[in-house]
Every structure is written in C-alpha cells, then in structure tokens.
C-alpha cells in the first residue's frame, strides 16, 4: 500500500492504534485515549464521523482496510461504538472464564463497569431486542438471557434498590481500599449520583430484612456490621 506525503502522519496514528490494540483487543477505546503520544481515541472517533475517512474514495478505502485489518469492528455499522467498548472490557475479563460467568455489579476493566453491563445486557427484555450479531457477540462470551428464577419472587422491587447500592459501595471501596463512609457521603456513578452514607446506614438498619446472599455480599466488600455510619 502506497500513502501520499500528506499521509506521513497516518502510519504514526496506525502504529499506535495497532500496539493499543494488542494491549486491550479493541480499537473501541475512549475518545480521550493517548497512546505512544498519539490522541489515538480522537483521532478514531474523527475516523469514524460521515466522510472521516477522507473525501477521495480510493483513498478512503485504504484507510478502512488497514483500520480493517487491525480489528475489523473498528467502527461497527450495527451498533453504537459505546456497547463495543463494554463487549471488548467484559471479553478481556471473561476471556479465561470456565463456563458462564457471574459479574458483580461494579467490576469494572479499564474504566468500564463490566458487571453492570453485562447484567443489563443479559435482562431478557433488552437481550430480545438485540440484533442477531450482538447476541452471537454476547452468547461467544458465555452468556445468555437471565430467567426470572435469578430473582426470588416478590423482591424485584429490593433486588433493584440493593444493586443500586451495591454499586457505587464497590467503586468506594476499590478506590478508597475502606468502607468507612460518612453519613452525607454522595457517591457518584456512570448512572447518576447515590447518597452512599445514607443508604450504608438505612441497609443497616435493615439488616435482618436482607437475604444471606446479601449480607455476605456486604461483608466481602468490608462492611461492618456493628458500626455505624460516621457523621
């Protein structure tokens, strides 16, 4: 392949993209992505926009199949590059899994909150609604719609609300390696801001209302059961 002198700084941008994409499996990398100096995620996402790829198609076309050639969903026509971004984190995570695999809500790889994700992904609502490609995506990686035996009978409803406490809770805890919370505390998440300290506290309070699953859960992640929430 033959690139014009105006295309000297394209073979940079690819070397960088082609050793990110040994690093992580995917171009789909987020548009503040920097690699070996080069605003690589910028640039792709330039890639990527209507007419991105330059205006004459012949060269046009070379850039798509050397991008192609690196990893050929490197801007998928299907789906939004956002979902390609979490199927390449919950593949890197899942790749070694043994079987179906049980994501915590809150697992996150390079930044991605996998276990959330893939929850969602697996809803069979959302998973019905899915193209064919995505779901063959998704079933390659072990996994497949949740039945409504996941979810005992009449706790829906708490089931949703502890997850959505569960969640932010992880991402303190692996940031701050503690769970000494305070009480005014407001985590915020990919999905909108939490009160963590007040829901640490009212959990508590609730302890004997939660499944055994739940409390062990909570302990894993370093609750303590007898101490209250600071002020």
């Excluded at 690819?14 to 499996?25: E, F, K, N, P, S």
Aim: proline fraction near 7%; glycine fraction near 10%.
């Amino acid at each position: 392949m033959v690139w014009s002198v105006s295309d000297a700084a394209l073979w940079k941008n690819l070397t960088a993209a082609r050793d990110h994409h040994a690093v992580h499996g995917s171009l789909a990398c987020p548009r503040n992505t920097v690699w070996d100096g080069v605003e690589v995620g910028q640039w792709l996402s330039n890639l990527r926009r209507p007419g991105g790829l330059g205006t004459d198609p012949v060269r046009a076309g070379e850039r798509r199949r050397a991008l192609e050639a690196i990893d050929p969903e490197w801007n998928p026509a299907g789906w939004p590059v956002d979902w390609q971004r979490h199927y390449a984190a919950a593949r890197e995570l899942l790749a070694e899994e043994q079987g179906p695999a049980n994501v915590l809500p809150g697992v996150t790889v390079n930044g991605f909150d996998v276990g959330t994700w893939t929850r969602r992904q697996t809803d069979p609502d959302v998973w019905n609604n899915l193209p064919p490609e995505q779901r063959e995506h998704l079933t390659a990686l072990g996994l497949a719609p949740r039945t409504t035996a996941a979810t005992p009978a009449g706790k829906g409803k708490g089931a949703g609300a502890f997850e959505r406490g569960t969640i932010p809770l992880t991402q303190y805890a692996s940031r701050e390696r503690r769970v000494v919370v305070p009480r005014a505390h407001i985590e915020e998440t990919p999905h909108g801001a939490v009160r963590l300290g007040t829901w640490i506290s009212n959990t508590r309070s609730r302890r004997n209302k939660l499944t055994t699953e739940q409390r062990e859960q909570l302990t894993a992640l370093g609750i303590d059961w007898a101490q209250e929430a600071t002020s």
